[in-house]
């Protein structure tokens, strides 16, 4: 399965080795997948044989290119990424971005590759808030990030953030015995 959908083989004749050839340049680009494109912004792989990709962007539906052309030219965004959120659900955004949730910034890492600096993340934050609301937001929501588990908060003296491991709360860092040694 690819994002909730399932890879169809049309031609039950098909040697295996075929489709299995075909299979990584599917999963390059999955179909219901968000990508970006340099000229027509943002859209969505509707589907992809392993040879061509079927692309919807506004004002070109059903689009078609090749895998190595589609590869090239597109962007794969990452699912829950702050460029999609603020395309696909932009109410949603307001409501986090009011909140001061730490979610903007687990946004914000996905579409980075999980770690960044602060100096690196700060202008994408700053495109979904209003103009000159950067300092008291980021001054609100940064108190919140050092308890979500999401959050690697470890390196945050250095303005370094990232994603925790899957299934690391915080980050805790073990302190020396300190107590005097007998003898």
Request: with cysteine; proline share 8%.
């Amino acid at each position: 399965a690819v994002r909730g959908k399932a890879i169809i083989i049309l031609n039950p004749a098909e040697p295996i080795d075929s489709v299995r050839a075909r299979i990584p340049r599917i999963l390059s680009l999955p179909p219901g997948s968000d990508v970006a494109h340099a000229t027509w912004g943002m859209g969505r792989v509707a589907g992809n044989d392993g040879e061509s990709v079927r692309l919807e962007f506004p004002g070109r539906p059903g689009h078609k290119m090749s895998v190595a052309m589609a590869e090239r030219s597109l962007d794969l965004l990452p699912a829950g990424g702050l460029r999609v959120m603020a395309a696909q659900a932009p109410e949603r955004l307001r409501e986090l971005v009011a909140a001061r949730d730490p979610q903007i910034l687990v946004s914000a890492l996905l579409d980075v590759g999980g770690v960044a600096t602060l100096a690196q993340i700060k202008p994408r934050i700053e495109a979904v808030l209003a103009a000159g609301e950067w300092s008291g937001w980021w001054k609100d929501a940064k108190e919140k990030l050092k308890a979500d588990a999401r959050l690697d908060c470890s390196e945050a003296y250095r303005q370094v953030f990232r994603l925790a491991a899957e299934g690391q709360g915080p980050a805790e860092v073990a302190l020396p015995d300190l107590s005097p040694r007998a003898g």
